[in-house]
């Protein structure tokens, strides 16, 4: 399959007895057979290469378009003058376009070029397998430049620019498959196929070490269209259709469990270069992200862990102490307030006895009241003498 503007090559095989025949080429037509090439017969597009070591010849067609599909026929001249040849093989050439990826819930434009002598046919755009008698309900049908539209569906035919052009909105899972591009004659003339991926916005991690195993689990909507394709980008991974040999690798196994809708993917003995990004399904994809770790990073990352529980410790050895510390010195600090408020008291130096002289003296103004005066400067005495007086009136 080739997709449209694209180069397409063939090669056809040849007896030793034909290696100096000239070579041809015809395509069958709907009701007759065409020279496409020859000796006498050159096109643009169309040129011829001879490997006569091989008994072998090539064929290259640039630029394809949708009207260079079909059955080819190589062959060679026996006698151009009584124009008689001889078919040797036989080339099927599919015309496709480049797979249409989009994520779950986005809009998808399929478009569908056709030659203008179909322009004032009508048009359709087929899912699934395509005939007058097996239709798809997504199917409609466009007339000249009118729009016809379904609920997430609407089909617009371009006359001039000689297009037509399928637009989904609010993609599923159940959007996707392959399409048909179709011209209503006298029957549908499926011409154009391409296909439409929907990546699923739910991703799968998985992270191992070498030598371990993993399963991987992958949703599927066609038995015959299974695809584990490691690649930047899934549309990488579809042409013509994928299926699983195109893994070859004793590591890998598949079991399908087609009830479930579901295939899983056994990989043994993982390596580091199994690491990187894949993609699991058919048309439904899921993005694999897969991290394989050496026993050598495995080791540092237990290193590094046990190095992390160590720093904790210690810094939870270290708040301690600090709290403890402050916790002492609070109780110094207030300890050493008390021995100062106590020290403001006068001492006795002396286990003498300490005297005071008191005197007491009555005054005729009034019989209640009374003087106490104390003097310091008599501590040193022995004794002192307390007089008490009083003037009667």
């Known amino acids: 399959m080739v997709n449209i503007g694209e180069t397409a090559t063939f090669s056809c ?139 997430r569906l609407t089909l617009n035919d371009d006359v001039t620019a000689s297009v037509f052009t399928g637009t989904i909105t609010g993609l599923t899972a159940e959007d996707a498959g392959k399409y048909w591009c179709a011209v209503t004659l006298e029957r549908d003339v499926n011409y154009l196929y391409t296909h439409l991926i929907v990546i699923m916005n739910e991703e799968l991690n998985l992270t191992k070490y070498e030598g371990d195993d993993v399963s991987i689990q992958c949703k599927h909507h066609d038995e015959h269209q299974k695809c584990f394709c490691k690649a930047h980008e899934p549309s990488m991974c579809v042409k013509d259709g994928v299926s699983l040999e195109t893994i070859r690798d004793d590591r890998f196994s598949f079991s399908d469990e087609v009830s479930t809708g579901v295939f899983t993917v056994n990989i043994t003995d993982l390596r580091e270069e199994d690491s990187g990004i894949y993609w699991c399904g058919s048309h439904i994809i899921t993005k694999v992200h897969l991290n394989i770790n050496n026993d050598k990073n495995k080791d540092s990352s237990m290193f590094i862990i046990i190095c992390v529980c160590v720093i904790l410790l210690l810094i939870g050895g270290f708040t301690l102490t600090v709290c403890k510390l402050r916790h002492k010195r609070r109780g110094d600090a207030h300890t050493h307030t008390s021995v100062q408020s106590t020290a403001q008291l006068p001492t006795v130096l002396s286990h003498e006895l300490l005297y005071a002289s008191v005197s007491f003296q009555k005054h005729e103004e009034s019989l209640s009241e009374a003087s106490v005066t104390v003097s310091k400067n008599e501590l040193y005495s022995d004794y002192a003498t307390v007089n008490h007086r009083m003037r009667l009136n």
């Not at 070579?23 to 057979?33: L, Q, T």
């Not at 059955?71 to 249409?100: D, E, K, Q």
Request: hydrophobic share 25%; net charge positive; aromatic share 8%.
């Open 13 to 151: 095989e040849y007896s030793q007895n034909h290696i100096n025949d000239p070579k041809i080429i015809f395509k069958e037509g709907k009701d007759s057979i065409e020279m496409i090439y020859s000796t006498s017969k050159k096109t643009e597009r169309f040129s011829v290469s001879d490997d006569k070591h091989k008994n072998l010849f090539s064929v290259r067609i640039s630029a394809v378009t949708p009207d260079d599909g079909g059955v080819y026929l190589c062959g060679v001249w026996i006698n151009r003058h009584s124009y008689s040849y001889s078919i040797i093989n036989t080339v099927h050439l599919h015309i496709g376009m480049a797979p249409v990826v989009r994520r779950e819930g986005e809009s998808a434009e399929i478009f569908c070029p056709y030659d203008s002598i179909y322009k004032s046919k009508s048009k359709s755009l087929c899912k699934g397998k395509c005939s007058t008698r097996d239709r798809n309900t997504l199917n409609e049908t466009v007339r000249e430049e009118k729009e016809t539209k379904t609920d």
